[in-house]
Structures are given as C-alpha cells and as structure tokens.
C-alpha cells in the first residue's frame, strides 16, 4: 500500500503533467499547423506514463485535451474527443511497458515507440467510429494525421522524452 506521502506526491505530479499539456500548446498557438505537426500536447502524456505509471498516465492523457477544450476552446470538440482517447493510449501504454519491460535504455525507446503506435491507431479507430456518425475520414487521412504530418512531434518525442526518462530513473526520482 502506498503512503499518503507517495500519494499525494504522485497527484501533485499529475497536476504538474496536466498544466503542461495546457500550456505547451501556447508555444504554438500562433501557427496551429506548427502544433499540430510538434504535438506539445503528447510530450507530458507520455512523460506521465513513464513516471507515474499507466493509472495516472491514462487519467492524465484522457482529461488534457477534454480540459483544455473546455478552457480555451482549443482544440475543437471534435478533435478533442479523439484525441482524448489517443492521449490515454499514450499514458497507459508507456506506463504499462515500462513498467513490463527490463530497466534498460533500449526499454525506454521500445516502451515509447510502442506507445507512440498505440495511441495513433486508437486515434485512427476513434476518428473512424466518428466518421460513421458523420464526420470526415478516410485511410489518407489517418496516415497524414497520425504519421506524414506528425513526423516533426514523433522525432521531437524521440530526442526529448527517453533522455529525460533515464535521467528521472538515474538519480532515483523515479522508479
């Protein structure tokens, strides 16, 4: 059983990982092609995953994109949903495989790829179950959302997130 120290420390981090995702997209709220190709949003998401686990990381990735809707009207409603559903994927998925995985560099990298795919095809199987209600999709479509056009964000997630991992895991902030 966990301590309420513990406990209170890992809800001060989601706090923390949940303000990220609401704030780093100001970084590019000027240009919203820019955002939409870095994806600021994904990077704290992850990050969630990997250091509290696939619990907070699930909970953290389904509410950010929903909250930051309901706050600033960005993204659309109808962008948010999927995303919502791809961000939680993200949290779980890094979560859960770091956790399954052995402690090494290789793992971390594995664990991130490995998320970065589920969380894009459980957007793709999102947008499709919304496309049968009505809204615009197609096979290109997915590949130019989830992989062409995101292949900025996917490099950016791949040089910032394991070195920052290894790091928390380095000097214990982490387990």
Avoid: N
Avoid at 40 to 69: D, E, N, Q, Y
Avoid at 129 to 148: P, Q, R, V
């Amino acid at each position: 059983m966990k301590s309420s120290h513990s406990s209170l420390r890992d809800l001060v981090l989601a706090a923390l990982f949940l303000s990220l995702g609401l704030m780093l997209p100001f970084l590019t709220a000027q240009i919203p092609e820019i955002g939409s190709m870095l994806l600021p949003m994904h990077i704290p998401v992850l990050l969630c995953g990997f250091v509290l686990g696939w619990k907070w990381g699930l909970a953290v990735g389904l509410i950010t994109p929903l909250f930051r809707t309901l706050l600033f009207s960005m993204p659309p409603l109808l962008t948010a949903i999927p995303m919502a559903a791809e961000l939680a994927a993200y949290g779980l998925l890094s979560g859960l495989l770091y956790r399954l995985l052995p402690r090494k560099a290789l793992s971390v990298y594995i664990s991130l790829l490995l998320a970065m795919l589920g969380g894009r095809l459980v957007w793709g199987a999102a947008r499709f179950l919304m496309f049968l209600f009505g809204t615009e999709f197609s096979f290109s479509l997915f590949l130019s959302g989830a992989f062409t056009g995101a292949l900025p964000g996917i490099l950016l997630q791949l040089v910032i997130i394991p070195p920052l991992v290894l790091t928390l895991h380095k000097f214990k902030i982490m387990e």
